[in-house]
């Protein structure tokens, strides 16, 4: 209501107008509404940036809808306008939180391939989840990712692979008895 008003009385938005609008709209998880403003910032006359694609994926990854945050980032390629580390560190936490392991484990090596550096934190949350999942050689092969980046893992991490492999180990001796 307040962007046709503005545009009612000859205003026209900026790029911080829009802003603010779609933090209000997602704070008020009026998600789909900010989507349709997002979509019509270009026919307004302004380019979506990073700042307002980011507000969205954060948008949808606090609500438990990172399925969308991924359309979201897919827009954003096709708009032109290229994810940064906050983009990429959002969709993968909130795909976690989620349990889609394997959807954040795709985006976290396409981070990686990108020239980001996840976080410790985003290593955990991944690893632990695909050490749940069963997926033991996927949760290693990230841990070696993140050591080549430098990236210390956190105590929890070592923790949650190594009992993983201890179980996995145990269960194999089981077998052969």
Known sequence: DLLEDMLNKGFV???LSYTTLLNSLCRKKKLREAY????????????P????????????????KAVHAIKVLEDMYRNGCLPNLVSYRTLVGGLCNQGLYDDANKYTKEMIRKG??????VFH????GLCNAG??????????????FGEAPHVDTWAEIVAQICDAE???LRVED
Do not use: Q, W
């Not at 940036?49 to 438990?64: A, S």
């Open 13 to 15: 938005p900026d790029a």
């Open 125 to 128: 949350v991944l690893i632990k």
């Open 36 to 47: 349709k403003l997002l979509c019509r910032m270009k026919v307004k006359g302004c380019n």
């Open 49 to 64: 940036d990073i700042v307002h694609y980011n507000t969205l994926i954060f948008g949808f990854c606090r609500e438990n």
């Open 170 to 172: 145990d269960e194999v």
């Open 135 to 148: 997926k033991i050689e996927e949760a290693c092969e990230l841990l070696v990712e993140m050591l080549k």
């Open 116 to 121: 980001f550096s996840p976080h410790f934190s």
